[in-house]
């Protein structure tokens, strides 16, 4: 039997997700976690098979570093539950492939696509990931979203100036120079 695990601040979605998964194999064993469950120091099971994660745009980053920091076994699938472009930010910031689910979609297309990625069989897939963010990037990142400097991200990592002003460069290539939500997003998170 596969163990699932879900993510999200909506515990309503969580009930919905059992509701949609009813009759598969994940429907019997569908933990709940929040982020504020996770920063308590709950830890995730770490023999988990599917991870379904639904972001909020204002904690989006903190369950990226979430993501980024648990080591799941490799065979693990992660699916996002979220629109198009909170889908491409959160793969761009995790760095890796996952599997998304539009939270816009009806729930038989949602039943579909995760009857699909369940049976192996793959759902039509959203663009590759062409250019994922580095750890460098991604931890350069999390700390000016906490409000640190550019010197003082320097003189904590050990690196030059220069080099985290190229990184800076790199995840605003990554990201889009103009993206507000991104902004919005790092300033939701410096806040909590």
């Not at 830890?43 to 920091?69: F, H, M, Q, T």
Request: proline share 3%.
């Amino acid at each position: 039997m596969s163990k699932a695990i879900f993510l999200g601040e909506s515990f309503y979605t969580w009930l919905g997700m059992r509701n949609i998964l009813r009759g598969t194999t994940l429907f019997f064993d569908m933990e709940f976690h929040s982020s504020q469950t996770l920063s308590t120091g709950k830890e995730i099971s770490r023999n988990a098979d599917y991870l379904i994660i639904n972001p909020s745009e204002s904690e989006a980053l903190k369950y990226a570093e979430i993501i980024r920091a648990i080591s799941l076994r490799p065979s693990a699938t992660i699916i996002v539950l979220a629109d198009k472009n909170t889908f491409s930010l959160f793969q761009t910031v995790c760095g890796m492939r996952l599997e998304f689910l539009d939270d816009r979609d009806s729930l038989d297309a949602i039943l579909q696509k995760i009857t699909n990625i369940i049976n192996g069989k793959k759902p039509c897939a959203p663009k590759p990931l062409a250019n994922p963010m580095t750890v460098n990037e991604f931890n350069v990142m999390m700390l000016f979203a906490r409000g640190w400097s550019l010197s003082q991200i320097a003189g904590a990592s050990h690196k030059s100036e220069k080099t985290i002003s190229a990184y800076k460069s790199n995840i605003a290539k990554k990201l889009g120079h103009n993206n507000t939500r991104l902004k919005y997003m790092i300033s939701q998170y410096s806040q909590l």
